[in-house]
Nanobody
C-alpha cells in the first residue's frame, strides 16, 4: 500500500507564509510527477503547482512569484512554500504523486493525500 500524508496547513493572515509538506510512504519503486491541487468551497479542484522527477516546475498563473514547489527524492516528499498569501488562496490543498510499486508489471498510478486546510484571513 502507498500513503500520502500532508502537513503544514493552518490559519494565517494575508501577506503571511505557510509551508506544506507531503510525504509518500509504503511500497514504492519510483515516483514520477508530484503536484499540489486545491479546492475552495463551491469551486472545482485546480492544479496549483507541479514538479517532474527531474525538477521541472509549472504553476497556475495566480500563484506565480508567490508559491514555490520543490521535492526531496530521498525522502519521497514534495513541498509547497506559499508566501504573500491572499484570502483567495483559502482552500483545501491536496498533494498527488504518480507512483510505481515494486509489483511486477504494475502501472504508474496516481495517489492522493487526504488534504490540508489553508485559511488566509484578511
Amino acid at each position: 500500500q502507498v500513503q500520502l500524508v500532508e502537513s503544514g496547513g493552518g490559519l494565517v493572515q494575508a501577506g503571511g507564509s505557510l509551508r506544506l509538506s507531503c510525504a509518500a510512504s509504503g511500497s514504492i519503486f519510483g515516483i514520477d510527477f508530484m503536484a499540489w491541487y486545491r479546492q475552495a468551497p463551491g469551486k472545482q479542484r485546480e492544479l496549483v503547482a507541479g514538479i517532474s522527477s527531474g525538477g521541472s516546475t509549472n504553476y497556475v498563473d495566480s500563484v506565480k512569484g508567490r508559491f514555490t514547489i520543490s521535492r526531496d527524492n530521498a525522502k519521497n516528499t514534495v513541498y509547497l512554500q506559499m508566501d504573500s498569501l491572499k484570502p483567495e488562496d483559502t482552500a483545501v490543498y491536496y498533494c498527488i504523486a504518480r507512483i510505481k510499486t515494486p509489483v511486477l508489471r504494475s502501472p504508474w498510478t496516481d495517489y492522493w493525500g487526504q488534504g490540508t486546510q489553508v485559511t488566509v484571513s484578511s
